[in-house]
Structure formats: structure tokens, C-alpha cells
């Protein structure tokens, strides 16, 4: 579609509601934000940018412009020609990628509910739509797609403010080849909020595999696993609730076992995943009660089916969950000790063993679409982050303290890369600069994960726990006493009876400090690891690879050194690649369309730093490109610069830009990047060089026809003498016969002869059917030159 049909398609089909680009704002402040997000929502236009970065509102609905129709008018087209879309971003990626030879990425964030996870499927389709390819492209096309249920039915839950809440994080990598053809792909992901599943609040659910399996599973399936109704199962009827509104859990577990096949596991690993999946649940219905202070197991029925899922023996598991053995040192000999467990020593013990099967179930999962897709030697790449949103609910846990610490360095990229760099890279370039004021957030994240003095939050818990051998309150008490001695003075930190409060970016939250130690030791006992490696299922035993001896000599890994590191890692991926950001907004709690509620609106937008992105991006510079890149891009607009700019880049790159009479107030050139303050002035370099290479190609395109038609000319010719070879009767008639083109025989007709000359000769003579057009009257006459000229022709 071109540039005159999108125009025509717009006029017909947009209502102008708002402003598309908030940095044409006349008001730039949080309430003239929301009041434009609030009118563009309501008239359903849920996409704004500021400048390059795009604003989505959560609509809570279906919407119509998401159909191959907008597929069509958003690819290869500017930004200013359409609507504000995610195609457009989506498109933007793709082809920065194609043309600058650089990875990209998209950095989705906001709070939970905002929207993310569909931005992400999104993207990840238009992607698959645009970049073309063959049956095989198209297989690993499939498999990037129908990842997304899979992980889905494993690693989303539906939370009080989120019915399908991503419960872990995602970066998914679609690899590409030279060409743009998918032919690749990687899937890393974040600290699966295990907790969920021996646990939930009121009014949410566990992970929605459960609720699919005892759904969709076969009259066979649920004879073979032992399942029934959820609310039998300790773990999931804690919370009370089962289904959720708009969401068919039978038919998303038939989805959830074709995207098993599609991904390439086999109908015996697909099974061993149920039957694991109904084992947890099994599990969580062993109950304990006291007898002399120690643990022993209520009901001996309710360890035959965990036994028989998990492939272990009945007294084994019991002896397990209700005793451990620990390694004692004693005059300079180690011993090993059986400990007896109390009740809820022997319930931390069954929940760790749940646990760890189902995180270990959902690495395997992950680690079977990335066999599936990722390939050895990477070319190009474009990443997709989906994690978990910010939360903040009336008691806070380890789990939202994690996953508001992993936003908050999200927020360090965003802050780091549109208002830090930004301003910096104009001092350093030499660029006339006033600087603008904003919240730089690096504070709050070193207060949390700081491991210089003072030391940061994680480092201090990560000590408590390493000293502390028994879990409970003393420990966590503990923990809150030595916060408060070590970074109680900062301003980002305050304590409460039962916690503590940090002043985060998005607001301040309450943490209980309630089990911070227990589930930040994350310990699974050796007695269980080496009971599950003596499973008879090898799909069991292949889950638990520890290599006891050697971690015994090692401090164990902390929950909060893994997200640490896991973090810090997924930065370092980020700012090597390109990076786009969508910014997700819930605009209510009632999750019902149309229904926009001004505060909470208002606070997103403040604690998204909007307000100083549209700022940053009206005063600063649109476009920024090295010289010698710029020279690359735009070398075929002037013959001075093509193939190559000899010379001083400086001067080719203002040479350009003359070539094109870019007003001098546009642009400014620094010490090694030339700076484009207007996108209008960017797509008018864009326009020029597409004209150059249009003209260019009409001429090969004309050369090309020639070539074409001179070659159909000449095999023409030779098949038409191919036919008449040999075949003309007249040439055989007239071999040895002169000419005689008085066919009429004039000598011997004087009545003919007298209408010529006596001294004129004739030169041809016929007879004709001469057919009159205007009176459609036939005559037959004998013609000659003189009755050619009486009749207005020559014969």
C-alpha cells in the first residue's frame, strides 16, 4: 500500500481524538498526559508515543485493529503516516535490524495488568507475519508462536489484580538470518514464582496447568493419574477460587498439549509431564499430626499415589518428608545424624519437594523449546522482555520484593537510556544543552543490591542466612534488627513492627518480613534430592543432575543471589542491543472496559518519568547517527559522496545535508555524530534517498524490459522463419520467372489503358474489394494507379 492509499484509508477510517505524539503537547504535565490518555482511551485509540517510545492502556477487550489489513498498511512505512500502533514499533525493530546490521530489543514494563504479555504476543506475531520464508521458516515460525501457551499454561496464574499474570520472567530472542528470515530462537527465563504452588491468596489461583488438566484430561488420563475436582487438593483450595471469567480451561488444555507436539515433545514425555503435574498434587494432600513432638504421616492412603506418580517407594517418601539426615562434625570427624522433623518441619519439607519438582518441570519445558528452535552461531537478533509487573498488594512477601527489585532495574535501563544518556551524550558531544532535572533510581537499586559498605539489602539478608541454621521468626527478626543497623539511616528505607519500607520508583511498599529468610535459603534437603535420583522414571531422575558431594563443600545459592545475578545478566543482553520500549498503563482495578480511573492513571504516569521523557525528547534531538554510518545510509543522494566520501567525514556528512537544504536549526553536528532534531527532517533525508534508489531501479527495470523484449524479438523471428521454412508456395512458383506486376493485363483492356498516361508505365495493377466504411457498401473494382487516385489512395 502506498503512501497516497494509507493517506485515503486514514481519512476514512481515523477520528482524530487527542494528540498521537504527547510531544506535541501545548501542557506538559502528569494531569495533561492522563487527560490525553484518557481521551484517546475512551474513543478506543489505546497506543500513544512519546517520540520513539510507545504508551499502551490495557482496553480490557477485543479490538479491531490488529487484522492482516493493519499488518499491510503498518509495514515499511514511516511512523508519522500512521496511527500510533505496536505494528509500528514491531515494523521499526525489523527493519533497523535489516539496515543497520544491529540487534534490537523491546523493553515492556508496567504493572501487573498493564497489558505486557499481549504487547509481547504482538509483536512476536507481526514479526512471524512480515519476515516471509519458506516450510521450514514457517515450522520454526510455529514453534516461536505455540511457545507462548505452553509457558503460558505452566508459568501464568490468575492473581487478584491480573487473570493471566506472567508469574516469571521471559526474554525471547527471535534469531534471524542475513536475509530476515527467522531461523532461530532462545528463550531465557526468571525466577518462577514457585511459592504459588503450595500457596495462594484469596480470590487467586495456582498455575493454570492444574485447572487444565483436571479440565480437558481424558476419562484414561484421569483414571491413570488419580485426579479429580480442584477442591480436593490442598494446594489448590487454599484460595477458594477455580475458574476464571472468559478463559475455557478445557479447551486451553487441548492448545496446551498441541503446542507439546508442536515444540517436538513425544506423546511418552508428554504423559511424564501429567503424570508430575498430578504427582505435586498428590503430594500437597500428605497431611501431618504430632505424636511426642515429632511429625508422623495422618493418612498412610495419601502417600500410594504421590509413590506411584513419582516412581518412589511409599516408605521412602514418608521416611523423607518426616525425617532428615544431617552431617555432623565432631572432635574432627564428620557423622551423619537422622533428625526426626516436627509437623511443620515435615510440611516445609513436602512444599520444598513440590517445589522443586514443578520448577525443574518448567526449566525442562523451557529447555525443550529452546533445543527445538535456538541454533549454534547467532547473526542478527530481535529480543522480547515479558516480566512480571510491578506489584503492590496489602502484604508484601519475598516474592514482590523480587520482582519490584528486577522492575526496578528495568526502570535504571529506561531512566539510564532516554534521560541520562541522552543528556550525557550531548555534553560530551558538544551539542548546546539546558540541562532537564529527573529521579535517577540508581540510588534504590544499589540500596538493594549493593555488596560495597554500606551494604545493600540482599547482601545483608544473604549473611543473616548464612549464619542462621533454623528458620522462623528468629531469623527474620534478626534480619529486620541488623537492616535497621546497617541501612536504616537511608532515605529510600524505613522499618515497621513487621517489616520493612522502600521507597521504590513506582511508590513506597511494605514489606512483611514474615519467611524472608526461609524462602531466600530456597534449601531442598539432600535425603529428598537423593530419593527423586532413585525414581524408576528417567524422566524424574533427569530433573535432579546435583552432584552432592561436590555442593556440599560450597556455600548454597541464595534465591536473591540468583535474581541478583539473573538480573544483572539480562541488563548486560539489553544494552547491547538497540533498544524500543513500550510502556504499559492499567487504567482501573475493576479490569472492565471504559472505565478509567484518574488516579491511578495519574500515578503511573508520574512513576513512568513521562512527564520527563516528553521533556528530554521536545528539547533534545530526534535522530542521532555516528558520521561515518550517516555517510553509509545516505552516500547514493550526492555523486560527490558516491560510492564513498572521500575525505573528512565531518564535511561529507554537512555536504549531505546541504545537498537536501536541511534548514540550519535542524540539526547540529558534534564531535562524532551528527544530531536531527525533527522526525519531518529525517523522513525527508528517507524520502530522498527512496527517490534516488527509484530512479535508479526504473533505470535497470528499463534496461532490463529491453534486454527482454530484444530477445523475445529475436526468438520470434527465428521461429517465425522456422515456419515459413520451405513452405512458400509463391517462391517455388516464381523460380525462374520474372516479375510481372501488371497482373490485369492493361495491354490488352484499352478501356483501362485510356485512364493512364500513354508514356506513364504501370508499375502494379490488381483487382481489390474495397470495403466503405460509411455506407457498408461492398464494390469490386478493377484498380490502377489513376483509380487509386480517384479514390483518395495510391495502389
Known amino acids: 500500500m502506498g503512501s497516497k492509499e494509507r493517506y485515503h484509508w486514514l481519512a476514512q477510517n481515523v477520528k482524530v481524538s487527542g494528540v498521537d505524539d504527547m510531544v506535541l503537547l501545548s501542557k506538559i504535565n502528569e494531569d495533561a498526559i492522563t487527560e490525553n490518555l484518557k481521551k484517546r482511551y475512551m474513543d478506543d485509540y489505546i497506543f500513544t508515543y512519546i517520540g520513539p517510545v510507545l504508551i499502551s492502556v490495557n482496553p480490557f477487550k477485543q479490538l479491531p485493529y490488529f487484522t492482516d489489513r493493519e499488518v499491510e498498511l503498518y509495514q515499511g512505512a514511516a511512523q ?117 504452588v503450595v500457596s495462594q491468596n484469596p480470590g487467586e489461583r495456582s498455575f493454570h496447568i492444574y485447572y487444565q488438566m483436571l479440565e480437558g484430561a481424558t476419562k484414561e488420563q484421569r483414571e491413570n493419574l488419580g485426579v479429580t475436582t480442584p477442591d480436593y487438593y490442598f494446594y489448590l483450595n487454599q484460595s477458594g477460587t477455580y475458574t476464571v471469567e472468559d478463559m475455557n480451561d478445557k479447551k486451553e488444555f487441548s492448545d496446551t498439549m498441541e503446542a507439546m507436539s508442536v515444540v517436538g515433545l513425544s506423546v511418552e514425555e508428554q504423559d511424564s509431564v501429567l503424570q508430575l503435574v498430578a504427582g505435586i498434587l498428590h503430594l500437597g494432600n500428605i497431611s501431618f499430626r504430632e505424636e511426642n513432638n515429632y511429625a508422623v504421616v495422618e493418612s498412610q492412603d495419601f502417600l500410594a499415589f504421590p509413590s506411584f506418580l513419582l516412581g518412589i517407594p511409599q516408605d521412602g517418601l514418608c521416611s523423607k518428608l518426616t525425617s532428615r539426615i544431617m552431617d555432623s562434625k565432631w572432635g ?189 535459603r530456597d534449601v531442598l534437603f539432600n535425603d529428598i534430592i537423593e530419593l527423586m535420583q532413585s525414581s524408576e522414571f528417567p524422566f524424574i531422575r533427569a530433573l535432579f543432575t546435583e552432584n552432592l558431594e561436590a555442593e556440599k563443600r560450597g556455600r548454597p545459592t541464595t534465591a536473591s543471589s540468583k535474581i541478583k545475578k539473573q538480573a544483572n545478566s539480562l541488563v548486560q543482553t539489553l544494552m547491547k542491543c538497540t533498544p524500543h520500549y513500550i510502556r504499559c498503563i492499567k487504567p482501573n482495578e475493576t479490569k472492565r472496559p471504559q472505565d478509567w480511573e484518574d488516579n491511578r492513571a495519574r500515578h503511573q504516569v508520574e512513576y513512568l518519568g513521562l512527564r520527563e521523557n516528553i521533556r528530554v525528547r521536545r528539547a533534545g534531538y530526534a535522530y542521532r547517527r555516528a558520521f561515518n554510518k550517516f555517510l553509509q545510509r545516505y552516500a547514493i543522494l550526492t555523486k560527490e559522496s558516491w560510492p564513498q566520501w572521500k575525505g573528512e567525514e565531518r564535511k561529507g556528512v554537512l555536504h549531505l545535508l546541504n545537498s537536501v537544504h536541511m534548514d540550519q536549526d535542524q540539526f547540529q553536528l558534534g564531535k562524532t555524530k551528527v544530531f536531527i532534531k525533527a522526525p519531518e527532517s529525517l523522513f525527508l533525508l528517507e524520502e530522498m534517498r527512496e527517490r534516488k534508489y527509484n530512479g535508479y531501479a526504473r533505470v535497470i527495470q528499463k534496461a532490463w524490459r529491453k534486454h527482454i523484449a530484444v530477445r523475445k524479438y529475436v526468438r520470434m523471428r527465428e521461429e517465425a522463419s522456422d515456419v515459413l521454412l520451405n513452405k512458400k508456395e509463391r517462391r517455388r512458383n516464381s523460380i525462374n520467372r520474372n516479375f510481372v506486376g501488371d497482373y490485369l493485363g492493361t495491354d490488352n483492356h484499352p478501356e483501362i489503358r485510356q485512364f493512364v498516361g500513354r508514356r506513364e508505365r504501370i508499375e502494379f495493377a490488381d483487382v481489390v474489394v474495397k470495403f466503405d466504411r460509411k455506407f457498408r457498401v461492398n464494390t469490386q473494382v478493377q484498380n490502377s494507379r489513376i483509380q487509386g487516385m480517384h479514390n483518395g489512395s495510391l495502389v
Open 80 to 196: 508519522y503516516e500512521n496511527p500510533p500502533h505496536i505494528y509500528a514499533l514491531a515494523d521499526n525493530m525489523y527493519r533497523n535490524m535489516l539496515i543497520d546490521n544491529e540487534n534490537q530489543c523491546v523493553i515492556i514494563s508496567g504493572e501487573s495488568g498493564a497489558g505486557k504479555t499481549v504487547a509481547a504476543k504482538f509483536i512476536m506475531s507481526y514479526v512471524s507475519k512480515v519476515s516471509g520464508g519458506g516450510d521450514k521458516v514457517q515450522h520454526l515460525k510455529d514453534i516461536i508462536l505455540q511457545s507462548n501457551p505452553l509457558l503460558e499454561a505452566f508459568g501464568n496464574a490468575k492473581t487478584v489484580r491480573n487473570d493471566n499474570s506472567s508469574r516469571f520472567g521471559k526474554y525471547f530472542e527471535i534469531q534471524f538470518s542475513r536475509g530476515g528470515a527467522p531461523d532461530g530462537g532462545k528463550i531465557s527465563n526468571f525466577l518462577l514464582e514457585k511459592s504459588r
Open 332 to 520: 574432627g570427624k564428620t557423622e551423619s545424624i537422622a533428625v526426626t522433623l516436627n509437623t511443620e518441619q515435615a510440611c516445609f519439607s513436602r512444599d520444598a519437594l513440590s517445589k522443586a519438582l514443578y520448577t525443574r518441570l518448567f526449566d525442562f519445558l523451557v529447555d525443550c523449546v529452546n533445543k527445538a528452535i535456538q541454533k549454534d552461531q547467532e547473526v542478527l537478533n530481535i529480543g522480547v522482555l515479558d516480566i512480571y509487573g510491578f506489584e503492590i498488594f496489602q502484604r508484601n512477601g519475598f516474592e514482590q520484593f523480587c520482582i519490584n527489585f528486577v522492575n526496578e532495574k528495568l526502570q535504571q535501563i529506561f531512566i539510564e537510556l532516554t534521560l541520562k544518556a541522552e543528556q550525557d551524550e550531548y555534553v560530551q558531544e558538544g551539542i548546546q544543552w539546558t540541562p532537564i532535572e529527573y529521579f535517577n533510581n540508581k540510588v534504590v537499586c544499589d540500596l538493594i543490591e549493593s555488596k560495597l559498605n554500606p551494604l545493600g539489602l540482599m547482601s545483608v539478608l544473604d549473611d543473616v542466612c548464612a549464619t542462621m541454621h533454623a528458620k522462623g521468626e528468629g531469623a527474620d527478626q534478626t534480619l529486620l534488627q541488623k537492616l535497621q543497623g546497617q541501612i536504616g539511616s537511608h532515605e529510600h528505607f524505613s522499618s515497621w513492627n513487621k517489616g520493612f519500607i522502600i521507597h521504590h520508583y513506582a511508590g513506597k511498599v511494605s514489606y512483611d518480613v514474615s519467611g524472608f529468610c526461609e524462602r531466600n
